[in-house]
């Protein structure tokens, strides 16, 4: 009973994390996005293991289905790219992202059709089936001996040349401790398979290993602060309403003094002032404000100006303007499917936007979205 609290908890807590960290722009990033699936999928394979232990598959045998597909082959995945992303190696590496994929999508059409037989009883296999799914099978087992370990080791080569120690210390212990648990998952799947040993209990234990692996990302990427790369903004985020409400704030501050050192934080996706920014647009909608510019953002980010460009440069590739006017029309684009506007002009729905005036509104409609509001709302009719 205490066993599957356990698990349920770490469950409940991986999908939150996942949540969390995908849907707030103060953790959303290109790379972290990765580990919430690596969340949501360690979080998965624990929720079939809790079935198995109260015996729900055999209440409910279809559920079988879900059980088979080896959810095991997404957690290196997942993991090799999010160290992909955060390390900068995108462009390094000659993997290309979908081939980390394909063992997992091997596995899982190969239990669905194999179940279709053993689970749903919708056919029979003849013997030449049953030969042909056997070979696949061995396939499927040199897949898991070579795909699950090459994928960390990988990865301990993309991390090795990082320069900032604490990034390069956070990464490398996610990366040993999941994959001394995916070694322990497979070197144990394999004696059960080949020496019919019983690994009920040792699953057990590797299925605890799993829920600290879920309670110490959330304590390390959370509390204390990895997967953004300020404290004092985060606790603030984490302990009020909102950190952005506090517009002087300053995220990095020189030994002594209160001047933002603006320069020490890297121009990434992951950069917190960026991500303060998306908050600002995402959840305080500043770009409504038509009379927004670049000093009023560095103003409430408490940082320069032309820094505010730089960011959004490097970034987007976009400059502020454009960066700006694309959620406004995104906005414009919300109101035009949502019956609650639906008296509401073209241009009326633009400057309720932000936008200052009918060509300005025309021209970044057009620019974004390669039609004018009007052809935009005929297609989508």
Not at 77 to 94: Q, R
Not at 219 to 234: D, F, H, P, T
Not at 283 to 305: C, F, M, P
Request: proline share 3%; with cysteine.
């Amino acid at each position: 009973m205490i066993y599957t609290t356990l698990l349920n908890i770490a469950i409940f807590q991986g999908i939150v994390l996942a949540l969390v960290i995908l849907k707030s722009s103060l953790f959303s990033s290109h790379s972290n996005k990765y580990l919430a699936y690596l969340l949501f999928a360690l979080s998965i394979k624990l929720l079939t293991h809790v079935f198995e232990i109260q015996q729900v598959f055999t209440s409910y045998p279809l559920l079988r289905f879900v059980d088979n597909i080896e959810w095991v082959f997404l957690i290196p995945a997942f993991l090799f790219l999010f160290i992909k992303n955060k390390t900068d190696h995108t462009g390094k590496s000659k993997l290309k992202d979908y081939w980390c994929f394909i063992p997992f999508v091997y596995s899982a059409i190969l239990n669905i059709i194999n179940d279709l037989d053993h689970v749903a009883g919708i056919y029979n296999f003849p013997d030449t089936g049953l030969a042909i799914i056997n070979v696949l099978g061995l396939f499927h087992l040199v897949l898991a001996v070579t795909f699950i370990p090459f994928l960390p080791l990988y990865s301990y080569f993309m991390i090795r040349h990082l320069k900032d120690s604490q990034k390069k210390k956070w990464i490398f212990t996610l990366l040993t401790i999941v994959s001394l648990l995916l070694f322990a998952w497979l070197i144990t799947a394999l004696a059960g398979l080949l020496f019919n040993y019983d690994i009920s209990s040792t699953m057990n234990a590797v299925a605890l290993f799993a829920t600290f692996i879920i309670h110490w990302t959330a304590y390390i990427g959370i509390y204390k602060y990895k997967l953004a790369k300020n404290k004092e903004a985060i606790y603030n985020f984490l302990n009020q309403d909102s950190a952005i409400l506090h517009p002087n704030l300053q995220t990095v501050q020189k030994n002594g003094n209160d001047t933002p050192q603006e320069h020490k934080e890297s121009i990434t996706a992951d950069n917190l002032y960026f991500q303060k920014l998306e908050f600002l647009c995402k959840d305080q909608h500043i770009y409504t404000d038509s009379t927004l510019n670049r000093e009023k953002v560095a103003e409430k980010l408490g940082i320069s100006a032309g820094y505010v460009s730089q960011i959004v440069n490097t970034v987007t590739g976009d400059n502020f303007a454009h960066y700006i006017n694309q959620y406004r029309v995104e906005a414009v684009k919300e109101m035009m499917s949502d019956p609650e506007y639906s008296n509401y002009t073209l241009l009326t729905m633009g400057l309720e936007s932000g936008f200052t005036s009918k060509t300005t509104f025309y021209n970044a409609f057009k620019k974004v979205t390669g039609k004018t509001p009007n052809e935009y709302k005929n297609s989508n009719k």
